[in-house]
């Protein structure tokens, strides 16, 4: 089995050389829908969290569906204090119901997550050390904090700190199927060193970390990402790889995205295989699938629908599961975004919990 991986690693580092990585951003079909690369409106070169100067300027402008300014010529908030400073965040709670056969269902009314991040440019456009960090629910997490260099005006980064791996599409939505079985989510930063080359139409990651969600150093355990991606305005394609050493047993995975347009729809598509190898010789391959549309109706307005397929062991029979979604994404006024969305799982009968109804209303407010 390893060596099919690890011909997958080769194949991969060859697509990095000749193109570059995903620009996964926590909405990465906006980048798709607008021909962006992630590092158009992120501080964070790979996506997510803090917002810049343009990437507030497009929320405002374009995502929005109406502006309120204080006076004419105002531009409001636009996540810089100063020009060494910049501030953000990101807030969102609501309601959610789970539904599963057999079971009373339940509800909550709660804080989903609440993040805070500074920016501090140390040296203009070369060095920048980035904190983010989540301030709810619960007690404080340390998400990313690291210092960015970005040489030869960003052409090149060097990261090195706490931060989110480069693996597939950056999707807001950790418990999908791709971001759940993969383990490369929001939840698991890791600490190590991550090399960038941004170019026009390619961008591509490599990164060397403890392979230890953020807990640091452990014998015999590490991990290599690397993403690639080829950008060109209506498409992009790309590959990433992932392998893990560790003493309790290895792990390689191998994702193939995608995006493109339609019309007024943007198309997410990712394809992930895992492998898991454990002491005593014997492995287990997960595939996990997702497709999603994205259709901006009217400005300010999208319509979100979703099919995801998980095999969650080759070697079982019968124990494949599927999550469809569609979600109703609104955002009135700048900075502000309502959510109402529901999602159906399929999977295994006599396990009611693969099988249940969500319901769920979110707020979601960013600056």
């Known amino acids: 089995m390893r060596s099919r991986f690890s011909r997958a690693w080769l194949g991969a580092a060859c697509a990095a050389a000749a193109f570059g990585a995903a620009p996964a951003a926590a909405e990465p079909y906006l980048a798709v829908a607008n021909g962006l690369k992630c ?20 929320a405002r402008t374009q995502l929005a569906a109406r502006t309120v300014l204080r006076e004419e010529g105002d531009t409001g908030w636009n996540s810089t204090v100063n020009r060494w400073l910049g501030i953000g965040g990101d807030y969102r709670g609501g ?39 989540q301030v709810a629910p619960g007690n404080s997490v340390d998400r990313e904090y690291y210092a960015l260099v970005t040489p030869a005006n960003g052409k090149f980064t060097v990261k090195a700190g706490q ?28 600490d190590g060193i991550e090399l ?27 991990q290599w990402s690397l993403s690639a991606a080829y950008v060109e305005p209506r ?3 790309g590959t990433s790889v992932n392998s893990i050493d560790d003493p309790l047993g290895d792990r390689e995975m191998l994702a193939l995205f995608a995006g493109w347009r339609t019309g ?9 295989f895992i492998e898991d190898e454990f002491p005593g010789g014997t492995s287990n391959d997960v595939y996990a699938t997702l497709l999603e549309g994205n259709w901006q109706f009217r400005k300010g307005h999208n319509l979100k629908v979703t099919y995801e397929f998980l095999d969650p062991s080759d ?19 700048q900075l502000v975004q309502t959510r109402v969305g529901f999602r159906a799982y399929n999977g295994v009968p006599a396990l009611p919990f693969t099988n249940r109804n969500e319901l769920f209303a979110e707020l979601h407010v960013y600056f």
Request: charged fraction near 25%.
């Open 235 to 237: 498409w992009r394609v």
């Open 196 to 222: 960038g080359l941004e170019l026009p139409k390619w961008s591509a990651q490599i990164a060397s970390t403890n392979g230890t969600a953020g807990a640091g150093s452990a014998p015999g355990k590490d």
């Open 163 to 190: 931060f989110f791996l480069p693996f597939g599409l950056r999707l807001q939505d950790d418990r999908a199927f791709v971001r759940e079985r993969s383990g490369v989510n929001f939840a698991t930063p890791d």
């Open 39 to 58: 590092v158009a409106c992120h501080t964070n070169p790979t996506g997510g969290g803090k917002r810049n100067e343009f990437g507030m300027t497009f």
């Open 95 to 133: 309601y959610f119901e789970s539904d599963p056969p057999g079971p009373a269902e339940t509800s909550r009314t709660s804080v989903t997550k609440s993040t805070v991040y500074v920016e501090v440019r140390a040296v203009e456009d070369l060095l920048t050390f980035y904190f983010d960090e």
């Open 264 to 272: 007024p729809i943007a198309w997410l598509a990712e394809l992930d």
């Open 315 to 333: 070697a079982a029979s019968e124990d494949e599961q599927e999550r469809y979604s569609i979600v109703w994404e609104h955002a009135p006024i």
